[in-house]
Every structure is written in structure tokens, then in C-alpha cells.
């Protein structure tokens, strides 16, 4: 029989999957856990009991929010639901406008932002501009595409059969066109097309052979031609699916109908996509070529303009980008979703995106081999993370956070050059929707019993959804928690942990008065360790007992642990116990050494787990384990 004792001095590895349960002999598996919910591992490798949340506001119903950020300190949050934005500013409603999508569209909503102004596209819907035009005041309007001349400098294409002809009635004025073809639709009323590269639009539509059309140059002759075009975004063609800026160029990745193209305006003419005669500072067009036809699913501005396809990443590289002197190269062939829009995050250098197997993936560049890699974040813990609709990065935290398809939220915690790369799940009394960080603020949409509410992460706040206040002198009686009508509160008064407080008309009656509360929906936090790793021992099969275990915790007033015979309440000074209803919780730091007897009915049975709903923090630095192995 062999005595062990193993140190587990940090929790850099993160959650692991269970299909890692066998893999003693990884690195990860020495510094990861069993389970992590609710809690952020630090990047000290430590961890500690995430953040509540700030009920800000009852929302019109499930959306998305977006980021829109003007400078360091001005900073905007736009709640989208099916038909209109919301804007906040400091928790507080600035404005309400109505917008063009629905419900179901959001999904698929991209956005790109420069200074004040938020450019927004959906394949279905012309892309929209939303601008902030002063303080409080924001205005929603279609793209303007440039114009010189009369000319609109907008994306052309010849769509359908290149043998087509039309032959107009006159040379100029409103003329007549004839088609050979049927290649006319409803749709077209209102676009400009070309004829001859002479600038035109459609007045009317009479058939799908027959149109009239209004002639703004004159045309060289009325005979039946080849040479023609039309919009490349329209109504009948569809509209652009991702845009971002670069080198001082919009640039729009994909349409509905031109799913694998790119356009590039003029430099410094954002709206400008006229290709000229191919001078350096003039628009660029070209599709991405390969052995399959992949849907662009983003565009980002990175070290390179890089473009996300279904089916592989892509480099479009050139120092400056000009149509004689640009480069595509295919990097990697993972491929993006394709079911919903999921836009890449920069994080320390690298682009992070959700690839199409689930994964997230880091694209990032290597100087020694001078590609593009795309490693996979989620190889070992899948299981939390492997569901993503929507993610952001909150700087301040260096936290990744993906809301997955079941409502909870993956926490990453990355710091690649000190290799930390450690996920968390965090959970709350509902389904998270949707999420976005503004400042240092992350933000969180929420559906709880049918009601979604807007919530802001408050590193002050221990419940969800939670309000706060003082009083000039202790009182029972609380007002303003409208929000948790009908609900059973959890309460901290004066740091006293109260007795749960059932809201009725918004309103708290406690068990006794405080002058300062803090009162929400309770979250449970729980850590648990992976199995023993024997194979140093005595190899795997063998047995283990846990004899003692020590944990170092860190401003932690009470501790509530399993060492396999129920949760028990852990003194953790000599004096003042554990009376939390009468007097406020200390926070303790050092050791606390706990002993246990028996052996293990299963031996993939964590050996402890330390869990606890109650309003308190918590802070857990490592854990000595002291254990007798035999065969």
C-alpha cells in the first residue's frame, strides 16, 4: 500500500471532458477539473465565484445584442428584437427605433462599425446604417451608395445566361427594352442596371421580356447587345452578408445570390465601388475560386483582411491592398457555421471564430511558417462548449464568453503566452440568449419563466438579476424588485445572510430591519475534482482513499464541502462559527484541513465537491490531497 500526496497548485486546465477521464499523462490533466460551474478560474490559477448580475430592464422579448462603441468612454448597448432597437447608455433607455428585422432574421444579422456609425447586413434585407446623429438622438436608414455624375458607383454583375440580349427602343430618355430571354422580375422596378457600362435604371417593369427603363447617357446604338448588367444587391439578388473595414476600405463579403464574392470600395470612398480602370486607389472585385463554391460567412480585419467561408479560412494579403498588387490564399479548411452568424473576436493577435464542427477556433499567424493555424480552444472540453450561437470577449476580465445552445454560458479564460486556457460553465435561473461586453461591463439577455430581462454582470453582486439599496435607518420593508413578483428572492442584508424573502407587488418583507441589501435570484457554484491520477503509482486499476484533504481559499467567509458523506457546513475560524443570521460572514484566507473515512464505491466519483447557493464569495487558490493507493 502506497501514501500519496499530491498538490493541485492551480486550475489552469478548466473543466475537461469526460472522454479525458483516462488521460492522466496530460498536462491539462493535472490542472483541470471535473466540474467548474460558476466559477472564473483566475489567472493566477486560482478560482473564484463569478460575478452576479444587475437587473437593468425588462426587454420587449428574445434579440441580440450588439456592441457600439465610439470611443473608450462612450460606449452604447443596442438590445435588437423582432422589429426594433433598443439603445442604452449607463443602464438607462436612450432610445427606441424600429428596424426592418424580424425575429427569426436576427440569427443571421452582421454588423461593422466606424466611429459613430453602425453598418448592419442581412442577405434578405438592404443593409441599414444606423447613425448616431447627436446625444440621444440615432437615426436608421438604408445604405447611400456613392453617385458621380448621375452615376451610382454601386456593385454590378451579369446575373443568368451570358447570351441574353436586350435591344432598347431609343438611345436615350425613357426607352423601351426588349430582353431575349425572360430575365425581368418584379423586383427589378426602382435598380439601376447598364447598358453598354452607359448608367440606366428600371421605371417599370411590364413583362419578364419587357421593361422600361430610363436612359442617363446616351447609348452608341439600338441594336441588340450582350453588354449589360445590373445591380449586384437588389431586391431580386439579394443584399451583402457581412461587411468590415479595411485599409481604409469597406469591404463586403458575400451576397445572397454571389455568395463567394468579395468587393472592395475606393480607398477613402467608403461607399464608392466603381472599378475604374484598375488605378491603385480604385475598387476592387473578384470571387474566391476553389474546387467548391463555400458561402463567405464573415469578413475580419485582422493582420490581413481575412475571410470566413463554409468550407475554409482565407488570407487576402497585399501591402497595400490595390487591384494590381492583391493576394488570396487559402490558410485552413475548417469552415464556419452556416446555420447563424457567429462574428470573430480578436484576442490577443488572434481571430477567434466558431468553426462548422462546433469548435472554437484561434486563426492566428506564424511567423516561422508564414501561414495562418487555427487551433482548436474547445479539444478538451467540448462538453461545455461545444454549442456556441454567440460570443464575446471582455478585456478587462480576459474572459471569452460563448452562450451555447442550452442557455448557459462557456467562460474561457486565455492567456496563451503564459498558457492558461481554462473553461468554465456558468449557469443562472433561466436561458442566456444573447450576450455583449460594453467597456468592462458584460451584459446578458435572459429568458426566466417566460419574462427576458436585461442583466448586467456586477462584480459587487452575489444572486442574478438583483437589485440593491440602503436606508437612512434600518426597515424590514424593501421596494423596487417589480421584476421578481411572484418569486422567492435571496437576500444579503448588512452582509447577513437573510432568510429568503417571498416578492409580492415588487415588494420584500424581511425577517429583520438592515439600512443596506442586496436581494436576487440565488446561483449555485460547485468544484469538483477529476479522479486521482494513479498512473505515477501504482498504474491505472489501482485503488485510492482519500485520507485528508487541505484546502487554501482566499476571503472566503464559510465553506460548505462533500468528502463523499453529504454536504457539511466547514468552520473556518475558531471563533464566531457559522452563525450567518447573526452577525455579518468574515472573510477568511489560509488552510482548512478536512479528513475522511471509507473507500470509494466508484473510483470516477470525485473525491470532494464544494458547492454553495448562498451570497457569499468564494475564492479556492489549490488543494493538497493526502490519499493510500493499493492494488
Same mark, same amino acid.
Given at each position: 500500500?502506497?501514501?500519496?500526496?499530491?498538490?493541485?497548485?492551480?486550475?489552469?486546465g478548466?473543466a475537461?471532458?469526460?472522454?479525458?477521464?483516462g488521460? +492522466? /499523462?496530460?498536462?491539462?490533466?493535472?490542472?483541470?477539473?471535473?466540474?467548474?460551474?460558476?466559477?472564473?478560474?483566475?489567472?493566477?490559477?486560482?478560482?473564484?465565484?463569478r460575478?452576479?448580475?444587475?437587473?437593468?430592464a425588462?426587454?420587449?422579448?428574445?434579440?441580440?445584442?450588439v456592441?457600439?462603441?465610439?470611443?473608450?468612454?462612450?460606449?452604447?448597448?443596442?438590445?435588437?428584437? /423582432?422589429?426594433?432597437?433598443?439603445?442604452?447608455?449607463d #443602464?438607462?433607455?436612450?432610445?427606441?427605433?424600429?428596424?426592418?428585422?424580424?425575429?427569426?432574421?436576427?440569427?443571421?444579422?452582421?454588423?461593422?462599425?466606424?466611429?459613430?456609425?453602425l453598418?448592419?447586413?442581412? *442577405?434578405q434585407?438592404?443593409?441599414?446604417?444606423?447613425?448616431?446623429?447627436?446625444? +440621444?438622438?440615432?437615426?436608421?436608414?438604408?445604405?447611400?451608395?456613392?453617385?458621380?455624375?448621375g452615376?451610382?458607383?454601386?456593385?454590378?454583375?451579369?446575373?443568368?445566361?451570358?447570351s441574353?440580349?436586350?435591344?432598347?427602343?431609343?438611345?436615350?430618355?425613357?426607352?423601351r427594352?426588349?430582353?431575349?430571354?425572360?430575365?425581368?422580375?418584379?423586383?427589378?422596378?426602382?435598380?439601376?442596371?447598364?447598358?453598354?457600362?452607359?448608367?440606366?435604371?428600371?421605371?417599370?417593369?411590364?413583362? *419578364?421580356?419587357?421593361?422600361?427603363?430610363?436612359v442617363?447617357?446616351?447609348?452608341?446604338?439600338?441594336?441588340?447587345t450582350?453588354?449589360?448588367?445590373?445591380?449586384?444587391?437588389?431586391?431580386?439578388?439579394?443584399?451583402?452578408?457581412?461587411?468590415c473595414?479595411?485599409?481604409?476600405?469597406?469591404?463586403?463579403?458575400?451576397?445572397?445570390? &454571389?455568395?463567394?464574392?468579395?468587393?472592395?470600395?475606393?480607398?477613402? #470612398?467608403l461607399?464608392?465601388f466603381?472599378l475604374?480602370?484598375?488605378? /491603385?486607389?480604385?475598387?476592387?472585385?473578384?470571387?474566391i475560386?476553389?474546387?467548391?463554391?463555400?458561402?463567405?460567412?464573415?469578413?475580419?480585419?485582422?493582420?490581413?483582411?481575412?475571410?470566413?467561408?463554409?468550407?475554409?479560412?482565407?488570407?487576402v494579403?497585399?501591402?497595400?491592398?490595390?487591384?494590381?498588387?492583391?493576394?488570396?490564399?487559402?490558410?485552413?479548411?475548417?469552415?464556419?457555421?452556416?446555420?447563424?452568424?457567429?462574428?470573430?473576436?480578436e484576442?490577443? +493577435?488572434?481571430?477567434?471564430?466558431?468553426?462548422? /464542427?462546433?469548435?472554437?477556433?484561434?486563426?492566428f499567424?506564424?511567423?516561422?511558417?508564414?501561414v495562418?493555424?487555427?487551433?482548436?480552444?474547445?479539444?478538451?472540453?467540448?462538453?461545455?462548449a461545444?454549442?456556441?450561437?454567440?460570443?464575446?470577449?471582455?478585456?478587462r476580465?480576459?474572459?471569452?464568453?460563448?452562450?451555447?445552445?442550452?442557455?448557459?454560458?462557456?467562460?474561457?479564460?486565455?492567456?496563451?503566452?503564459?498558457?492558461?486556457?481554462?473553461w468554465?460553465?456558468?449557469?443562472?435561473a433561466?436561458?442566456?440568449?444573447?450576450?455583449?461586453?460594453?467597456?468592462?461591463?458584460?451584459?446578458? &439577455?435572459?429568458?426566466?419563466?417566460?419574462?427576458?430581462?436585461?442583466?448586467?454582470?456586477?462584480?459587487?453582486?452575489?444572486?442574478?438579476a438583483?437589485i440593491?439599496?440602503?436606508?437612512?435607518?434600518p426597515?424590514?420593508?424593501?421596494?423596487g424588485?417589480?421584476h421578481?413578483?411572484g418569486?422567492?428572492?435571496?437576500?444579503?442584508g448588512? +452582509?447577513?445572510v437573510l432568510?429568503p424573502?417571498?416578492?409580492?407587488?415588487g415588494?420584500?418583507?424581511?425577517?429583520?430591519?438592515?439600512?443596506?441589501?442586496?436581494?436576487?435570484?440565488?446561483?449555485?457554484?460547485?468544484?469538483?475534482?477529476?479522479?486521482?491520477?494513479l498512473?505515477?503509482?501504482?498504474?491505472?486499476?489501482?485503488?485510492?482513499?482519500?485520507?485528508?484533504v487541505?484546502?487554501?481559499?482566499?476571503?472566503?467567509?464559510?465553506?460548505?464541502?462533500?468528502?463523499?458523506?453529504?454536504?457539511l457546513?466547514?468552520?473556518?475560524?475558531?471563533?464566531?462559527?457559522?452563525?450567518?443570521?447573526?452577525?455579518?460572514?468574515?472573510?477568511?484566507?489560509?488552510?482548512?484541513?478536512?479528513?475522511?473515512?471509507g473507500?470509494?464505491?466508484?473510483?470516477?466519483?470525485?473525491?470532494?465537491?464544494?458547492?454553495?447557493?448562498?451570497?457569499?464569495?468564494?475564492?479556492?487558490?489549490?488543494?493538497?490531497?493526502?490519499?493510500?493507493?493499493?492494488d
Amino acid at each position: 500500500m502506497t501514501r500519496l500526496k499530491t498538490v493541485k497548485t492551480n486550475f489552469t486546465g478548466g473543466a475537461l471532458a469526460p472522454d479525458l477521464l483516462g488521460r +492522466g /499523462d496530460l498536462r491539462a490533466y493535472e490542472n483541470g477539473a471535473r466540474t467548474l460551474d460558476n466559477v472564473i478560474v483566475l489567472p493566477t490559477g486560482g478560482l473564484a465565484r463569478r460575478p452576479g448580475t444587475a437587473f437593468v430592464a425588462a426587454a420587449p422579448g428574445p434579440g441580440r445584442l450588439v456592441l457600439f462603441s465610439f470611443s473608450t468612454d462612450q460606449a452604447h448597448l443596442l438590445l435588437f428584437t /423582432d422589429g426594433q432597437v433598443q439603445v442604452f447608455r449607463d #443602464d438607462g433607455l436612450e432610445a427606441t427605433l424600429p428596424t426592418p428585422w424580424t425575429l427569426a432574421q436576427l440569427k443571421d444579422l452582421t454588423w461593422t462599425q466606424s466611429a459613430d456609425v453602425l453598418l448592419l447586413c442581412h *442577405p434578405q434585407v438592404p443593409p441599414q446604417r444606423l447613425a448616431r446623429t447627436g446625444p +440621444g438622438a440615432w437615426t436608421l436608414s438604408p445604405w447611400v451608395f456613392a453617385a458621380e455624375d448621375g452615376k451610382s458607383r454601386i456593385p454590378y454583375f451579369r446575373f443568368g445566361d451570358l447570351s441574353v440580349t436586350l435591344t432598347p427602343s431609343a438611345r436615350s430618355g425613357r426607352v423601351r427594352v426588349k430582353a431575349s430571354a425572360p430575365v425581368f422580375q418584379p423586383g427589378h422596378d426602382g435598380q439601376p442596371l447598364r447598358i453598354h457600362r452607359k448608367p440606366c435604371r428600371f421605371a417599370a417593369i411590364l413583362s *419578364p421580356t419587357l421593361a422600361e427603363v430610363d436612359v442617363f447617357e446616351t447609348l452608341p446604338d439600338t441594336d441588340p447587345t450582350v453588354d449589360w448588367d445590373e445591380a449586384a444587391f437588389s431586391p431580386v439578388r439579394g443584399w451583402p452578408v457581412s461587411a468590415c473595414f479595411h485599409q481604409d476600405r469597406l469591404v463586403v463579403g458575400g451576397s445572397r445570390d &454571389l455568395p463567394n464574392r468579395l468587393w472592395l470600395s475606393r480607398s477613402g #470612398d467608403l461607399f464608392n465601388f466603381d472599378l475604374g480602370e484598375g488605378e /491603385d486607389d480604385e475598387a476592387i472585385e473578384f470571387a474566391i475560386l476553389s474546387d467548391e463554391v463555400n458561402p463567405i460567412r464573415a469578413v475580419f480585419s485582422g493582420r490581413h483582411l481575412q475571410v470566413f467561408t463554409t468550407g475554409a479560412e482565407w488570407a487576402v494579403t497585399g501591402e497595400p491592398l490595390t487591384p494590381q498588387a492583391i493576394r488570396l490564399d487559402r490558410q485552413t479548411r475548417l469552415g464556419s457555421r452556416g446555420d447563424r452568424q457567429i462574428g470573430p473576436r480578436e484576442v490577443d +493577435g488572434a481571430t477567434l471564430f466558431a468553426a462548422a /464542427d462546433g469548435s472554437l477556433r484561434e486563426f492566428f499567424w506564424t511567423d516561422a511558417e508564414r501561414v495562418y493555424q487555427a487551433g482548436d480552444l474547445t479539444v478538451a472540453a467540448r462538453h461545455i462548449a461545444g454549442q456556441t450561437v454567440e460570443m464575446d470577449h471582455d478585456r478587462r476580465r480576459r474572459l471569452l464568453l460563448a452562450v451555447q445552445a442550452d442557455g448557459t454560458v462557456a467562460a474561457l479564460t486565455l492567456y496563451r503566452a503564459e498558457q492558461v486556457s481554462a473553461w468554465t460553465r456558468l449557469v443562472t435561473a433561466g436561458q442566456v440568449l444573447s450576450l455583449a461586453v460594453v467597456g468592462d461591463t458584460p451584459y446578458w &439577455l435572459v429568458r426566466r419563466d417566460g419574462a427576458v430581462w436585461l442583466e448586467a454582470w456586477d462584480d459587487g453582486f452575489q444572486v442574478d438579476a438583483g437589485i440593491s439599496g440602503t436606508a437612512p435607518a434600518p426597515t424590514a420593508r424593501w421596494s423596487g424588485a417589480g421584476h421578481l413578483a411572484g418569486r422567492t428572492a435571496t437576500v444579503l442584508g448588512d +452582509g447577513i445572510v437573510l432568510a429568503p424573502s417571498s416578492v409580492k407587488a415588487g415588494r420584500l418583507r424581511l425577517d429583520r430591519a438592515v439600512r443596506a441589501i442586496q436581494a436576487g435570484l440565488p446561483f449555485t457554484h460547485r468544484v469538483e475534482p477529476l479522479p486521482a491520477n494513479l498512473l505515477a503509482a501504482e498504474g491505472q486499476g489501482a485503488k485510492a482513499r482519500l485520507l485528508a484533504v487541505t484546502f487554501r481559499l482566499k476571503d472566503t467567509p464559510v465553506l460548505k464541502a462533500d468528502l463523499g458523506r453529504g454536504a457539511l457546513e466547514v468552520p473556518l475560524r475558531r471563533t464566531g462559527g457559522l452563525v450567518l443570521t447573526e452577525a455579518p460572514a468574515v472573510p477568511f484566507t489560509g488552510d482548512r484541513r478536512l479528513t475522511t473515512l471509507g473507500w470509494p464505491a466508484d473510483p470516477l466519483k470525485p473525491a470532494w465537491s464544494l458547492a454553495d447557493d448562498r451570497p457569499l464569495p468564494f475564492t479556492l487558490l489549490a488543494a493538497t490531497h493526502e490519499m493510500k493507493v493499493n492494488d
